[in-house]
């Protein structure tokens, strides 16, 4: 938890103002039972009404000055933890930016999202009660030690044996909670994770008419939320009985203990109800510290979490930065000029192990300008190797070259700005058309909107809507037809223009005749360009310059339409079978 501190530090002047008026206030609450006693003492047994008067006086003053310096608290840490949790949920969400999907899958969708939300939540609470509650409980505790001790040294004895054992009853449960708070925190992802995928998924769970299925799935996950809460639940529980028990014992002793001194002589009454205020406001300071403590418990295995995604590296990344540094080289921040690609002997893993790999030695050069068509059965790994150019995901061995620069040393955003790719599954976001194809491009121009629109053949479709270009996209463009999704996706990619245009089996909700219509545009304004079509349909491909058959991994043939047609068997049964269709 301390290494997230420095999300702190911009603040640390309202941060630690907030103690100093949680320290002002905890001083006038300690003076009101010395005030109360002289009323005792002074007023009511000395039968001094103008002294009641008067220290009543002041106890209100006293009061009033506590109030200030205790909202005065509340707003500055209420300010330092709120711009806390902001700027955490900020650099986090930026180092996920920065993880390949490769990464993120590994963490689990519903973990990060919990991360991001719950878990940074826990720590924002944790940074506010620190410097309200946990503040006030320790002054607390400091200023009643000595103002009991001040009252009388004899009777103080009493805290010397209760304060340690309350300190051993808070340092077991807080260990014990720890690893329960962990475990609660992973259920909590769980849940997150079932209810993500169902909420996606939603349209076939009703299809399919499996929501008896979601339920029990939903229920299994929740349940077990369920069981790691109570188990929390009932080591906290005993927290608080434990505690009550000290304090009322320790009241018991003082009473008995004062009541003696006090017939004595050697303590007068009213010291003896300020004693007697002052070892209840110590003791239930005590318990209050116990409760944050567990908060900070639970906090800590959060603190875990957030640090475990902003320390994770990219095991393929960091093979090649040592391979750089071993051979003499640094990373050159190279720039991408002309869109020459090149796989040198790649393989890949999607867990880094290469007995598991889905692609082996894939070795070819795409030249500036040409289009490669690539082909293959399902599960080929057609889009898996059309997802390392980008780095969606990294090598797990080889290398791929984009103008004979290792694509480690591309600066990432150069990297994705001239590596254009439209996937299959067309993503759109909330917001307008115009929003949508300008995503990559927000100053674009309305010309070069309508361009990138007419080349993709969405600019018709998209003048028949009512509001033409600023109609409203409804969450994941469910108010258009996966045709219209798909021929936005490419538009949001034409617009930028990029060195490399990676197609993704992206017009499969097309028509031919619109399919046909769209890779004529495609030469015309990405001419330049390299290109790489990923299809099932022969006919989207047929037209390259070169096409890669891929078969388990491999590339196991290449070569025009017609001369595959001839040399290659897959090819040729894939092109039959779909002109039998």
């Keep these: 938890m301390v290494r997230l501190m420095r999300f702190l530090k911009p603040y640390w002047l309202i941060a630690l103002l907030a103690p100093l008026f949680m320290l002002l206030e905890v001083w006038m609450d300690l003076l009101q039972p010395k005030l109360m006693a002289s009323i005792v003492n002074d007023g009511i047994i000395g039968e001094n009404l103008n002294h009641i008067v008067r220290t009543g006086g002041v106890m209100l003053l006293v009061a009033l000055v506590g109030l200030i310096g205790g909202a005065c608290c509340t707003i500055c840490s209420t300010i330092a933890s709120q711009h806390f949790g902001k700027d955490m949920r900020q650099e986090l969400f930026r180092k996920i930016q920065s993880l390949s999907i490769q990464s993120v899958e590994r963490v689990g969708t519903g973990s990060v999202i919990t991360r991001l939300t719950g878990d940074i939540a826990q720590l924002q609470q944790v940074v506010l009660m620190t410097l309200r509650v946990f503040a006030r409980n320790s002054f607390q505790i400091i200023g009643s030690v000595i103002m009991v001790y001040t009252i009388s040294p004899r009777l103080s004895v009493i805290l010397l044996i209760m304060i340690p054992m309350i300190a051993a009853v808070l340092v077991i449960v807080t260990r014990v909670s720890i690893p329960l708070f962990a475990r609660i925190q992973a259920s909590i992802d769980q849940v997150n994770t079932v209810m993500q995928e169902n909420l996606s998924g939603i349209r076939v769970v009703k299809a399919f008419v499996r929501s008896g299925y979601e339920e029990k799935r939903f229920d299994g996950a929740n349940g077990g939320l369920l069981r790691a809460s109570l188990k929390s639940a009932r080591v906290a529980a005993l927290n608080m009985p434990i505690m009550s028990l000290i304090l009322n014992f320790s009241i018991v002793a003082a009473l008995w203990y004062g009541g003696v001194l006090s017939r004595e002589g050697s303590l007068p009454v009213g010291d003896l109800a300020a004693f007697l205020t002052y070892v209840t406001q110590l003791l239930f300071s005590i318990m209050g510290l116990g409760n944050q403590l567990m908060l900070i418990a639970r906090a800590k295995a959060s603190a875990d979490r957030i640090n475990e995604m902003s320390d994770m590296q990219e095991p393929a990344l960091e093979a090649v930065e040592a391979g750089l540094q071993q051979g003499g080289m640094q990373r050159s921040d190279a720039r991408i000029e002309r869109g020459r690609l090149e796989f040198r002997h790649v393989g890949f893993s999607y867990d880094g192990n290469m007995k598991n790999a889905v692609l082996r030695d894939i070795h070819f050069t795409a030249e500036p300008g040409e289009t490669i068509g690539i082909v293959g059965i399902n599960g080929a790994g057609k889009s898996t190797m059309a997802s390392l150019i980008p780095r969606i995901y990294n090598v797990t061995e080889g290398s791929i070259h984009i103008d004979s620069h290792h694509i480690a040393d591309i600066d990432p955003e150069e990297l994705h700005s001239k590596v254009g790719m439209v996937l299959q599954q067309a993503m759109l976001f ?12 927000p100053d674009c121009t309305q010309a070069e909107l309508e361009e990138a629109a007419s080349a993709a053949h969405a600019h ?79 006919a989207s491909v047929a037209h390259a310059d070169r096409i890669l058959v891929m078969e388990h ?12 047609f001839e040399r290659s068997n897959l090819y040729r049964q894939i092109a039959l079978s779909q002109q039998e269709v």
């Design 460 to 538: 018709a479709f998209i003048m028949k809507l009512p509001d033409g270009y600023d109609t409203r996209v409804g969450q994941r463009g469910v108010n258009l037809s996966g045709g219209q999704k798909q021929r936005l996706s490419l538009a949001r990619t034409l617009l930028l223009k990029p060195q490399i245009v990676i197609l993704d089996d992206c017009t499969s909700a097309v028509d031919l005749n619109t399919d046909g219509r769209i890779r004529q545009s495609l030469r015309q304004i990405m001419g330049s360009s390299t290109c790489l079509i990923i299809g099932q349909r022969i």
């Design 553 to 564: 991994g491999r590339i196991t043939a290449q070569g025009t339409h017609a001369e595959l």
């Design 430 to 441: 909330s917001g307008t058309i115009r929003d949508n194809i300008a995503y990559g491009k």
